[in-house]
């Protein structure tokens, strides 16, 4: 790394918290280096309390971009000076370009999920999901998929302080797409099983299964799914969730969030390098 940070290195990074176990840095700083690009990129754990003056800093340090991880996604952009149409849609940004001191957020996690999707030969065009949750991820997966030709998506979430934001992902869905979308409680377990038992594909979209949730999955067991059902789930540490464990022993086809978190860091390093990252290298750096 030494011989490869020069006084000409510019900076790339990720805010987040908490992040350490963030898989980022190895992917972007082994597209830099196959690549020869002079960058370095760094992850930040940054407390909410923190997150303007980190903006600032980054601004005045002319960092030329980085990742926005939870619990910021939706809270950053007011501290931005422009928001592309896709993360207006989302509300919520998961990318920050800076040209010149000014700075724009957009959101690449929707088109990271679908292109995780493909990559694994997976095509959900036509056909109807079922997702859980409301956040930053969930947003951008259920709008690119929604603009991508997905037929049908139900959303299921708690009735806390994210039920409002799936109420207007649904209004925006179907006014703004072809898609139908549908809001139901994660708790009413009978139209839980009858939706999921209607789609092609199950998707956990929330951090149950991660950190201090591990072990959970936001199913009440495995009678939930059914053979030929494919079941993702955005969370990529652990590599597994229970959700994925469970849903093997079922038999169906799962995806973890690594191929989305490869995906959509791939668009982010395209709008700050204009180059194309070198998904083999990176997959190799990533053990994928």
Excluded at 53 to 64: E, Q, T, Y
Excluded at 141 to 169: C, T
Excluded at 241 to 254: D, P, S
Aim: aromatic share 6%; hydrophobic share 40%.
């Amino acid at each position: 790394m030494e011989k490869r940070i020069t006084g000409h290195t510019e900076l790339l990074g990720l805010i987040a918290t908490p992040i350490r176990h963030s898989k980022s840095p190895v992917m972007h700083n082994a597209a830099c280096r196959a690549l020869g690009l002079d960058y370095a990129y760094l992850a930040f754990d940054i407390q909410p309390d923190q997150l303007e003056d980190a903006v600032k800093g980054f601004k005045a340090l002319n960092v030329r971009g980085w990742n926005v991880s939870m619990p910021y996604k939706t809270s950053i952009g007011q501290y931005l000076d422009h928001i592309t149409p896709i993360a207006k849609m989302c509300g919520a940004i998961n990318t920050v370009i800076n040209d010149n001191g000014v700075l724009t957020g957009t959101i690449t996690d929707g088109t990271g999920y679908m292109n995780a999707l493909k990559d694994q030969g997976i095509d959900i065009i036509g056909k109807k999901m079922t997702i859980v949750g409301a956040g930053g991820a969930a947003t951008a997966i259920v709008m690119q998929a929604a603009l991508d030709g997905v037929k049908e998506i139900s959303i299921f979430n708690i009735k806390d302080a994210s039920w409002n934001r799936a109420l207007e992902n649904v209004e925006k869905i179907n006014s703004q797409t072809k898609c139908k979308a549908q809001l139901f409680d994660l708790n009413d377990h009978e139209t839980l099983r009858k939706e999921i038992n209607e789609s092609a594909i199950f998707t956990n979209a929330t951090n149950v299964g991660m950190g201090k949730l591990e072990g959970q999955m936001v199913l009440p067991d495995t009678s939930y799914l059914r053979k030929d059902l494919i079941v993702s789930d955005v969370i990529y540490m652990p590599e597994k969730t229970k959700l994925l464990e469970e849903a093997e022993k079922v038999g169906c086809q799962t995806i973890n969030g690594l191929g989305m978190m490869l995906y959509q860091g791939a668009a982010s390093f395209k709008l700050w390098t204009d180059q194309d990252m070198p998904i083999d290298k990176v997959k190799e750096a990533l053990d994928f």
